[in-house]
């Protein structure tokens, strides 16, 4: 079965740098891979979504890349801030089926 | 103005007891889901469902049931809580049929069995 790995310890990122978050898969690789951010008590939100043909996608300060050789997706936020600390979740898509990371939580150091 | 709402916020009750969930979305979605996170923040979804198709993950005990009274609305029933029942519920929203779409999710409802 499908297996998402994303960083388990926090990521302390100093403010201003480049915050560069980590998701693997083990198995098959996904139509669609998808980004949210969930900040403590809430909903996650959607961020970015990046197909298995794309190399790259961004938006603002957020990068996200797809290597299916690697089965590996890179999130990167550039000039990071204390309001970008939060956890960042990585979803597999394929087949109309949604599969869930444990989540990054990442912390911008003021 | 919120787009998918849930009541209640928290929700704490007794093993053995029944309890709902509700859910509604305005922003005029199709399709929506009810997912859980448990302890570890594992976000697993449990159903989608369309005015034409009910999707249920076949790990999903038959004491959870969602009930739709119209698209806008997606309640989730609960019997015979059990302690492992312990979780945050989410519900969630897309545009179209279809999980690659992006996933609009409510504020979530933190049930506590005891």
């Known amino acids: 079965s499908q297996k998402i790995e994303q960083n388990s310890e926090a990521l302390n990122i100093q403010e201003g740098k480049t915050a560069t978050l980590t998701c693997n898969y083990t198995n098959y690789s996904p139509a669609y891979l998808q980004w949210y951010r969930q900040d403590p008590g809430r909903g996650p939100v959607f961020l970015l979504l990046?197909?298995?043909?794309?190399k790259e996608k961004r938006k603002e300060r957020l990068k996200v890349t797809f290597d299916t050789t690697l089965k590996q997706s890179l999130f990167h936020i550039t000039a990071s801030q204390p309001a970008d600390s939060a956890t960042y979740l990585c979803a597999l898509v394929r087949d109309d089926k949604i599969i869930f990371g444990k989540g990054t939580r990442l912390h911008i150091l003021p | 103005d919120t787009a998918v709402s849930q009541t209640p916020k928290y929700l704490v009750t007794q093993m053995g007891n029944d309890k709902s969930i509700k859910c509604e979305q305005n922003l005029g979605h199709d399709t929506m889901y009810w997912y859980k996170q448990d302890s570890k923040k594992f976000l697993k979804i449990m159903f989608s469902?369309?005015?034409?198709?009910?999707?249920i993950n076949e790990t999903v005990p038959n004491r959870f049931s969602p009930k739709s009274p119209d698209k806008a609305h997606l309640n989730l029933h609960i019997n015979s809580l059990e302690l492992g029942d312990s979780a945050v519920y989410f519900c969630?929203?897309?545009?179209?049929?279809?999980?690659?779409?992006?996933?609009?999710f409510g504020p979530g409802t933190r049930l506590t069995v005891t």
């Open positions: 990046i197909r298995e043909n794309e």
């Open positions: 969630a929203s897309s545009q179209e049929g279809q999980a690659s779409y992006e996933q609009y």
């Open positions: 469902y369309n005015n034409k198709e009910l999707i």
